[in-house]
């Protein structure tokens, strides 16, 4: 297992007004300067493999992944899906990396609710929409195949798997040698799972981490004042935008490389 970061933790997509765009070639300088071994794709960065090759190894770094958001809800819209992932697919095949990272894409709704989702299931996935995603994601892995590329799913606040029931009911809908897991930390906790217990109860389909850490009181205030995903991500402690919201180190124990 190797440790490295991602660029949005200079460059956060989400906030886009949140600071002046931070230089590419400084990222990569400020990752190895602060002991990472590589980092995933992010915005700002090359889309030519040579070159993107060649900055990374003038620096020490090494390419994880790159992370996609996917509708997968309805079945109509599977082909549109399928044709945004190639690109990055076919970009980090080309880079020897072995995972592509995917989120079940929430709605308004659910971005406002995140860390508060119902227990009672009322805001997630109805029985048809699970079985779209869960033949959308098959589908999908099958497709990156042939860039030996493995498929994992991110749970992520404010998505369609934000909470553990979610997380479990993507594993019992989906085949475990086609969609595998990027369990991530921070997020676990934010939509109320135990961690280190998630982690262990779906160890066999980790295949990539997230590691974050999380302000407690902070999350408790965002919960109490009722903030959605996007307004919490501006209020975590002291009004300041913290990277640990977003960010954080990544870990992949199935590739040699990150």
């Not at 460059?11 to 765009?21: E, F, K, M, T």
């Not at 995603?133 to 404010?158: F, T």
């Not at 975590?236 to 040699?256: C, E, F, I, L």
Request: aromatic residues 6%; hydrophobic residues 40%.
């Amino acid at each position: 297992m190797r440790i490295g970061t991602a660029p949005i933790n200079w460059n956060n997509a989400d906030l886009p007004d949140w600071r002046p765009v931070i230089p590419y070639e400084r990222v990569l300088a400020e990752m190895r300067e602060a002991g990472y071994e590589g980092t995933e794709y992010g915005a700002g960065f090359p889309e030519d493999p040579a070159k993107l090759r060649a900055d990374l190894a003038a620096h020490g770094l090494a390419l994880a992944s790159t992370f996609c958001w996917v509708d997968l809800r309805d079945e109509r819209r599977h082909g549109r899906e399928f044709a945004k992932i190639m690109r990055p697919a076919s970009l980090l095949s080309a880079m020897g990396v072995e995972e592509l990272i995917v989120a079940l894409q929430g709605t308004p709704e659910r971005l406002a609710m995140a860390g508060r989702v119902p227990a009672d299931g009322s805001a997630g996935l109805s029985e048809r929409e699970w079985a779209a995603v869960a033949d959308g994601l098959h589908r999908m892995a099958e497709a990156l195949r042939p860039l030996h590329l493995r498929l994992v799913l991110h749970n992520h606040a404010g998505s369609f798997v934000e909470t553990r029931a979610e997380l479990d009911a993507l594993c019992r809908q989906t085949d475990a040698h086609k969609v595998g897991l990027c369990l991530d930390a921070g997020h676990l906790a934010y939509g109320g799972a135990e961690v280190l217990e998630t982690f262990r109860a779906h160890r066999e389909r980790l295949h990539y981490a997230h590691v974050k850490d999380v302000d407690a009181q902070a999350l408790a205030r965002i919960r109490r004042e009722r903030l959605g995903w996007l307004d919490a991500l501006r209020r975590p402690s002291g009004g300041t935008p913290s990277p640990n919201w977003g960010g954080g180190a990544s870990t992949s124990r199935a590739s040699s490389r990150i």
